[in-house]
């Protein structure tokens, strides 16, 4: 790959440390690009981003290859945080990382790569690619457990046609070990995890920072009120802690879930009946097919629709205006509406879809 440049979109983690040594090991012509999407210090007045970006300093010197820094933050404001708040105010559970892939690493960040004369961008997403008589397939890592295509679920055929996934044909144990053997700082930092503008603050108190509390009452569903929540926006199906509806008296039937929210009247039901968060099925809208859409309208797959779910056997109906109704083969748990449900033929990724309601 002599002459052929690659930039890396660098987080200031392992993964992605790890892939611009290996492509530069490949003989890439390898640039690193730290972006910064969000500009907020966090509780303790700190800007996680400087930290991060030291590190991809210190990385990107360490294997000797240059490094740009580009600040995506009105992208990321208006392409995927409004959409987010919008999602939370409508009651449902949104996932901004996949919004984040389709409409920021994989767009302003391609484009930039792009000008800058590279042949290829790369990531540290763990997912591997397949180019095939002009299509682009999108695979399942090897490391299952880190496997992220969940995430990439949005990237259409454009998006993928001139990306690499360095790290996708690894375990994480690999990836560390091969950071420690070639000294780079970010061998042991730990995995980010939750949503990245959150951080380490309590997620009901930044929410309430764009989204104004408003108190209502808590239901079981018999329409008993057995306490009070500070907004039906902050809670989620299948929710059991934080709740402050224990010691009810006479009731000693265990742990309460959160089994329904209606949101335009400001209501959150619960109840010990766990049957009551399974559901049989969902239709999603959005649905972007990755290689092509399927030559049936109805075929049978697996599916997820939360990162890491342990992939089930689905029936599937292509409906109109790029539609989907999954029928699950066994009741699944905690189905919550603004998600996105994946399907996969084998390690094959084939695209997902937004969570739109479930049956």
Known sequence: ????????????????????LLLKQQGYNVIGLFMKNWDEKDDRGQCTAEQDYEDVRRVCSKIGIPYYTVNFTKEYMDNVFEAFIKDYEAGRTPNPDVLCNREVKFKPFLRFAKSIGADFIATGHYAQIRHENGKHYLLRAVDENKDQTYFLNQLNQAQLQDVLFPVGGLKKEQV?????????ITADKKDSTGICFIGERKFREFLKGFIPAQRGDILTMDGKVVGQHEGSMYYTIGQRKGLNVGGIKGDEQGRWFVVKKDVKRNIVYISHDESLLYRNGLTACQFNFIPVHPAKNEFSCLARFRHRQPLFEVNVQCLQDNSVRVQFAQPQRDVNEGQ????????????GGYIDSSF
Request: net charge negative.
């Open 340 to 351: 996105y449900v994946v399907l996969y033929d084998g390690q094959l990724c084939l695209g």
């Open 1 to 20: 790959m002599e002459n052929k440049t690659v930039v890396v979109g660098m987080s200031g983690g392992v993964d992605s440390s790890v892939s611009a």
């Open 176 to 184: 560390r070990e091969i950071a420690h053997q070639h000294g780079l």
